[in-house]
């Protein structure tokens, strides 16, 4: 096998709890992890030298960075340091996702790559080693690894496996602001608003809350349209902003439901994603 293709599916938090600032720069977390059918697509082929070309709607975002910056490439070189391999590696990027939007579309790329890698070079997937170096690249690309429901703690990187919500039909919304998340972070008011419940996912999330979200809207006031709209959107079973903004999801009961509400989203110019969790 020289071709591997790898979806890196968008993320979202359905709940994210933020306990305290640690004294390594990081925040104490508690979250709940799901992903969507849908998201980036990641092509990964042998070649003599290392490349990265970027294809898809949101490419041009991220054409000013250096393959040094790019998390992609930095996870391509952390794997072949990691795992002795000498090959080069071409990799395509087809960007979908929207950049610094809350989804993971940056640790889902690193992440989508190192599942890519692994399958090219005969690494498995659960190689605790392919963790270690996925943890180092970023908070969020051990649970993008995984790749399935699960609760994280710690920085997000604590990560236990849970039962899958299914394929129910959800809808991500961006106004399209790109937010900072370490300015989202830097203006969280440092209260611990307690901590998330125990019991089946759906229930531990409509309990839960996103502390990241008061900031986030602070910062980018669209939030609060984007949320209001999913709220008022017939047959939703839970809307919240995820991760630390500015898209915000919405789980439906059905798919006619979220295909209107994807509607009326976009006729106010948003990007808007109809998926289905995974």
Known sequence: MTVIVETAPAKINLALHVRRRREDGYHELETLFAFCRDGDVVTVERTDKPSLT????????????SQDDNLV???ARGFCARFG????????????????????????????????LARLQGVAMDDPILFALAAELGADVPA???????????????LQPLE??????VLLVNPGVAVSTAEVFGRWDGVDRGALGQGDVMSVAAAGRND???????????????????????????????GSGATCFA?????????????????????ALPTFLR
């Open 144 to 158: 993008c690894l995984l790749g399935r429901t699960s609760r994280g703690e710690g920085k997000g990187d604590a």
């Open 85 to 116: 391999v000498s090959d080069g590696h071409a990799i395509t990027l087809d960007k979908h996702l929207p950049v610094a939007s809350g989804i993971g579309g940056g640790s889902a790329d690193a992440a989508a790559t190192l599942r890519a």
């Open 164 to 169: 899958s919500l299914g394929e129910r039909p």
């Open 54 to 65: 970027l294809t898809g709607p949101f490419a041009s975002t991220l054409a000013g960075e």
């Open 212 to 242: 990241l979200e008061p900031p986030a809207r602070a910062i980018a006031p669209q939030i609060d349209a984007v949320l209001a709209l999913l709220a008022s959107a017939s047959g939703v079973d839970l809307a919240r902003m995820s």
């Open 251 to 271: 789980i439906f009961a059905d798919t006619d439901a979220r295909d209107a509400a994807a509607d009326a989203a976009r006729t106010q110019g948003w990007w």
């Open 73 to 75: 490439m930095r996870a």
